[in-house]
């Protein structure tokens, strides 16, 4: 009955949305000679267990 859940990737996709943004205009302020630019990068996303499932889980 998934229309009685609700999808935690959506939530999980909505927040990195928001988090990459933020970072973003938090990287522009620093730069190292050597290193050069911040760089922010979300890897990893997980949820759910089964293709034919709603996930209740979400994580990055």
């Known amino acids: 009955m998934?229309?009685?859940g609700?999808?935690?990737l959506n939530?999980?996709?909505d927040f990195s949305y928001h988090i990459n943004k933020k970072m973003d205009n938090i990287a522009k302020k620093y730069t190292?000679?050597?290193l050069g630019s911040t760089i922010h990068n979300i890897k990893i996303m997980t949820g759910g267990n089964q293709?034919?499932?709603?996930?209740?889980?979400?994580?990055?």
């Open 2 to 4: 998934p229309q009685e």
């Open 6 to 8: 609700y999808n935690a």
């Open 11 to 13: 939530h999980l996709i």
């Open 32 to 34: 190292n000679e050597e």
């Open 51 to 60: 293709v034919n499932s709603i996930p209740n889980y979400a994580a990055l």
